[in-house]
């Protein structure tokens, strides 16, 4: 099989990366997010060609989330720029710039602007991966019982398209 593409060098321009569309959550869903997918892209199987692991540059605008999920894969994120807060389950953690943070397989989490300026952050995964899960009734309750509830926004961000 053929190896996939993938540049070894992707240039930063004034709007993202040569060459990378910017996406959204979700054609036509104004959220206030952006999404470029900067290294490799989903695969089916490990033997699929192409990179192992996709790194994804989020940007949410002032006052935007990203989408109160969960999932069976770990992934890690960088901050690049800005203020947010990571809620990882009941916790609520102000982050800035050059923070890590590691969500773990299937805990509930979401990223929140903080700030008055543009929040970004890259976000580590699998490229071989599960899709996002709607947290369930009692993940909600247990996050609206804690601090992390009054910082979360559960139905910001339409949930995943779901797949037939």
């Known amino acids: 099989m053929e190896k996939a593409s993938q ?51 989020f940007e949410l605008a002032p006052g935007a989330v990203s989408r109160l999920e969960k999932h069976e894969h770990e992934h890690f994120v960088i901050v690049k720029r800005g203020l947010g807060y990571a809620v990882i389950e009941q916790d609520v953690t102000e982050i800035a710039s050059n923070d890590v943070i590691y969500v773990a397989p299937l805990e509930v989490h979401q990223f929140v602007n903080r700030g008055d300026e543009p929040f970004g952050f890259y976000c580590i995964v699998s490229a071989v991966r599960d899709f996002s899960q709607e947290p369930s009734a009692e993940d909600l309750a247990r996050l609206n019982a804690s601090p992390a509830g009054k910082i979360a926004k559960p139905f910001a961000v339409p949930p995943p398209a779901r797949k037939n």
């Not at 290294?39 to 089916?44: C, D, L, N, P, S």
């Not at 192409?50 to 540059?57: A, H, L, S």
């Open 7 to 57: 540049k070894r060098v992707t240039r930063v321009n004034g709007k993202g990366w040569d060459g990378v569309e910017i996406e959204g959550y979700r054609p036509g869903a104004a959220t206030g997010v952006e999404r470029h997918t900067i290294v490799g892209g989903r695969k089916q199987s490990p033997t699929d060609p192409g990179p192992g692991t996709e790194v994804r540059y």
